[in-house]
């Protein structure tokens, strides 16, 4: 089953479906593959080290990084490709790329009924040392794409239509949701194809692993650190979690979604809001994790239910199996 069967199939499912979706997702497909072979010739193309710029995230997290963050060659390529694959499709109307200060409102011919969130190179410091980065996206319907207005993108992620991510990595693996569970395909590089390798993906209930950046635990609320602290020295008899964290999101939530257990980036004092962004990072793993039977929770909030106020807001999360991110909500005491 190739992923453009898939998608056909889906939608076949939707008896007023034009096919636009459709169209949408092969230019999406159409991006990773056009990303992981880049990824897979970096080192020989002189892909990797800087482009000499810094992107749009270095002016908020000035606070965190006095020099900015530096933008990648290979990030700048590959939110080229998306962009192009993207405003080709002819079925976007607005993007939102982590790589562009504002969005991207696509011109009146082009202009389709969706918007897609993307950051089209994920954990972009693992670049050089040639360990899994990925595509993140998730797509939403826009209720007027003649007056497409920043207020469109918005949105609660409760509201979005699809999501998936694309992990380039010993394999090159495209997980993807369209609201009717998840489903991992492999690309096979002799056919050029994506092929259904990980049918109905269901995260099991509860894990062994947990997934935190723990060089910043100084700076944890008491829940957090209690959580943590349970993971390592668990008190009702169960055996310890192993930690395994890569600080790469696609690819420690790809593990997390195949093994269980549980990712979290948390808040801490000197980042209030955590570090990863909604638009396109959070709410895309959260669909894909409660598609999947596990939950993403904020520290206040079911995650898909916040309300961005500007496109590159960030949030705490916690995502994973559904028994672990219990846990953490019963030790901050939200009930949701
Ligand atoms: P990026 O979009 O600039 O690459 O940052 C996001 C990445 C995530 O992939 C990862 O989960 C996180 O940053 C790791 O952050 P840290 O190095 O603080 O642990
Ligand atoms: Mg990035």
Not at 44 to 62: D, F, M, W, Y
Not at 274 to 283: A, D, N, P, W
């Amino acid at each position: 089953m190739t992923i453009t069967r898939y998608v056909l199939n889906e939608q076949s499912r939707n008896p007023e479906a034009r096919g636009d979706l459709t169209i949408l997702l092969s230019h999406i497909v159409l991006g990773c593959k056009f990303v992981a072979s880049a990824v897979n010739k970096a080192g020989l193309a002189k892909l990797i080290g800087l482009a000499g710029e810094t992107n749009v995230q270095a002016s908020n997290r000035t606070a965190l990084c006095s020099t900015g963050e530096e933008q990648k060659k290979l990030d700048v390529l590959s939110n080229e490709v998306f962009v192009k694959a993207l405003v080709s499709s002819g079925r976007t109307c607005v993007l939102v790329s982590e790589e562009n200060e504002e969005a991207i409102f696509v011109d009146a011919p082009l202009r389709g009924k969706y918007c897609v969130c993307f950051d089209p190179l994920d954990g972009s410091s693992n670049i050089d040392c040639g360990v899994s980065i990925g595509t993140i996206f998730g797509i939403y319907m826009i209720k007027d794409k003649d007056s497409v207005t920043l207020e469109d993108v918005l949105q609660p992620g409760t509201n979005m239509l699809a999501a998936g991510y694309c992990m380039y990595g010993s394999s090159c693996t495209l997980v993807l949701s369209t609201g009717n569970g998840v489903n991992g395909f492999t690309l096979d590089p002799s056919l050029g194809e994506f092929i259904l390798t990980h049918p109905n993906i269901k995260i099991p209930n509860r894990g062994k692993i947990y997934s935190v950046n723990e060089g910043n635990a100084k700076n944890w609320d008491a829940p957090t650190a209690k959580f943590v602290e349970k993971c390592k020295y668990p008190q009702d008899g169960s055996p310890p979690k192993s930690l395994r964290y890569i600080g790469s999101m696609v690819a420690d939530v790809h593990r997390t979604l195949l093994y269980g257990g549980i990712f979290l980036y948390p808040a801490d004092q000197k980042s209030p809001n955590g570090k990863l962004r909604i638009l396109y990072e959070v709410f895309p793993m959260s669909f894909l994790m409660e598609q999947a039977g596990g939950q993403a929770f904020t520290g206040k909030q079911r995650a898909l239910e916040f309300v961005p106020r500007k496109i590159h807001d960030r949030s705490p999360i916690f995502l994973g199996s559904y028994d672990d991110v219990e846990d953490i909500k019963a030790l901050i005491g939200v009930h949701i």
